[in-house]
């Protein structure tokens, strides 16, 4: 049979104490939580349009002039241009209309626009060449509108 002496009986003693207690030492807890917040988006922006002044001298049938045209990107991300419409909104004499002008030709870059950018276009401005008296024409100022999307 074997004896165990009380020197080596406190030392199996002692050795499963640490044991015990030392697995003791690597408890831990288990738990599980979850928590909420809030994000908010930005909105769009109005595009910020310029156009160029021109003193093209335009007649009834004559030479056409090209007119550029400017948006800005005033929103704090990108937006996107889509394009644009050029428009005569009348002229400094009520007997000269829009009717009296063409505009073709518009051309702008269209797509993302990082902010604070600015993408510049062109179009086509023309006198039509009535079968009326257009004397209510000469030497008007024309206002020109680009609307853009």
């Known amino acids: 049979m074997l004896r165990m002496t009380k020197k080596k009986a406190a030392v199996v003693g002692g050795v499963t104490a640490v044991v015990l207690t030392g697995g003791v030492a ?17 909105t769009s922006s109005a595009w910020e349009v310029t156009v160029d002044d021109s003193t093209p001298g335009l007649t009834p049938g004559g030479p056409s002039a090209t007119v550029s045209f400017h948006v800005k990107n005033t929103n704090s991300g990108v937006q996107n241009l889509q394009g644009a419409v050029a428009t005569v909104e009348g002229t400094s004499d009520s007997g000269c209309t829009d009717a009296d002008f ?48």
């Not at 690597?26 to 994000?39: D, H, R, V």
């Not at 870059?109 to 179009?123: K, N, Q, R, W």
């Not at 004397?135 to 853009?148: H, M």
């Open 26 to 42: 690597f408890a831990y807890w288990t738990s599980t939580g979850e928590g909420t917040g809030t994000a908010t988006t930005g």
């Open 102 to 149: 063409s505009i073709t030709s518009l051309s702008v870059p269209t797509g993302d626009v990082a902010s604070g950018a600015t993408v510049d276009g062109t179009f086509v401005i023309s006198m039509i060449n009535r079968a009326a008296n257009q004397d209510a024409c000469k030497g008007v100022s024309i206002d020109l509108k680009v609307a853009a999307s």
